[in-house]
């Protein structure tokens, strides 16, 4: 598996933190006004309200292990990710850095295409689309999000993990894997799925059509390059957001569980 | 008999001034948050430099605006009855410090944040849901922030959700194991072991 599937496996392990999704593109909606009546009836009302933080029952029945690994990685984070990370945030200028991040987010345009269009979300596609060809060009290559400043081109990204939620295939028990953190079948199916559509993979041999195997002129160290780049180009934003997170946790397993599966829930949703 | 004809219209009016005058005095919630927000901006980013840490220097303007006893409630969920009230004293006091200091983490002092406010929901009649852009460091982040109508009329924040997460949501999964294992007094050691480990855990 390349460090750029790594990476991803690691972004969305993150994502329990909650953070590297883009915007949604919220409409701007009208506040909804309590009147006058309701509002003084409201204060009379039974102060007990319905309980609207009632859990779902947890599927992790591989607890124990999951614990385990979920200490091995805590560990490579503090002794490996993060000292890595402080050195490429050293050597590197913020300008860089962010520079590398739009750059890859923007290679990945295939994977939120067709999870837009599976998912049939037609005109998320169309936005994706226009995404893409203004980041390219006006963009330089993607390096510069140019879109953000179009709230038409601020779209959830979509992905194929949250097609085949949508569609309704059971997420299956909870999973930390070992280095890639938090999933769990569907999720891993998901990611796999992302993995092909990512152009950082077309090589020989990759399943896509012959013409559009971009990796495949590239030496190996080249790829190993790109790859590790993509990787290293996440890092600060996942050290930040896994520092946060675990140092709110009360039960850092429970946290990181927890986020991970409302994160995901809320992304298909969206 | 005139009087009379015209007192349902005077009832009328008489009311309609009092409901209207309870308007004025309910502000919306939108611009409840708007104003909490600039001020817990302003504290962070025009204030002059300061040794006080920033959980410290936000708390004033957080306790104006969030509901801590309402966060802790929920957070803790049904179990909530079995706490003592000394202990539910004490869970506020310290989970209102938890949230405190992760919500102050969330600033962080290098680049000002740009916030567009979104879609108000309507949870229920004293409830509302409302959206907003976070654009940070060249990222875009989706914030939510909950709010309940006091019987005051006034609104408070009670949950923040982060790219859909909920932070209630997450501590109820904590705490719930937690509590079935050691009960109420296992929940007060690990927010305090965790408060702890906030002031001393630097990564």
Known sequence: MSLAALNRRITLGLALAGCLAAAPQLRAGEAAQATTGAATAAVEEDYDEEDEYAQPAVNDPFEKVNRSVFKFNDGLFRHVVRPITRGYETITPAPLRRGFVSFFDNVRFPVRFTGSVLQGKFDRAAAETGKFVVNTTAGVGGFIKVSDRFPKLRVPDEDIGQVLGKWGLPAGPYIVLPVLGPANPREILGRAGDYVLTPTSWGRGSIIPEEWQVMSELSWEWRLAISALDTLSAFPELVSAYDTFNKAAVDPYVAFRNGFLQYREAMIKK | ?203
């Open chain 2, 1 to 203: 008999m005139n009087l009379l004809r015209t007192l349902p219209l005077r009832a009328a009016l008489a009311a309609a001034t009092v409901l209207c005058a309870g308007a004025l005095r309910a502000e919306e919630p939108a611009a409840v948050l708007r104003r909490g927000v600039d001020e817990v901006m302003a504290v962070v980013y025009d204030s002059a430099p300061s040794e006080t840490p920033l959980s410290v220097r936000v708390r004033p303007v957080l306790e104006k605006y969030f509901d801590f006893g309402g966060i802790t409630r929920r957070a803790v969920g049904p179990s909530w009855r079995q706490l003592s009230p000394a202990q539910q004293t004490r869970a506020v006091e310290l989970f209102g410090e938890v949230v405190l200091r992760t919500y102050a983490d969330r600033f962080q002092p290098k680049e000002r944040p740009t916030i567009s406010y979104g879609a108000v929901v309507e949870l229920s009649a004293r409830r509302r849901e409302l959206a907003q852009t976070v654009g940070y460091l060249g990222q875009n982040y989706s914030v939510a922030y909950r709010m309940e109508q006091q019987p005051s009329g006034g609104w408070l924040v009670y949950d923040v959700l982060i790219e859909g997460v909920s932070m209630v949501q997450n501590y109820r999964g904590q705490f719930e194991a937690i509590l079935q294992k050691g009960g109420p007094e296992a929940l007060l050691k690990s927010l305090e072991d965790n408060l702890r480990d906030i002031a001393t855990k630097t990564p």
